[in-house]
């Protein structure tokens, strides 16, 4: 057995070898590395530019963290549920790694029902759309400090993997 941290939220695996997501934040295998070479990855300093621009990514998993929760409280279908409750989950991780980058509390969450409609079609659908905002705006935030740019490069790649589950739904339910 070994000890494995992610780079990118800082949580602990321990088992046979690194799992191939980090099943917290799902960053990718490569970032999920012997606790023993373990460094987190994180700027000495902030510029303004990657102040400004975590600031905004704050924002944007916040209000997917919400919304996805509440989906995941209002759909009357499991698997729905349990998509929309793994959704939240790593986007509230994406929302505390950046809480630590700003050396800010995270912010309490605002979970109302009223942030879901009652079709899972149309939630799944806003959810596609808020991920392809998500991986835009992570591909265009300007970062100059090397670290805040693999952070959220590592982030992109989560959020395309979400494209791409929203995508599979949308097709098994013919939208
Ligand atoms: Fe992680
Ligand atoms: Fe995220």
Redesign the pocket.
Known sequence: MQVFRCRICAEVYIGEQNPRSCPF?AAHQSYFVPAKQWQLIKAAQLSPASRKNLKQALE??LD?TNFYKAVSEKSKNSYVRSMFKGLSK??R???ASICKHLAIAKPDSTVGLDQAVDSDQENIQEAARRENR?VKFYGQAQANKPEIKEFFQA?MQ??SD?IILTEQELKVKGG
Request: charged share 30%; with cysteine; glycine share 0%.
């Open positions: 934040c944007l998993e997917n790593v986007e991780e994406h929302a998500a982030l989560i959020e979400h």
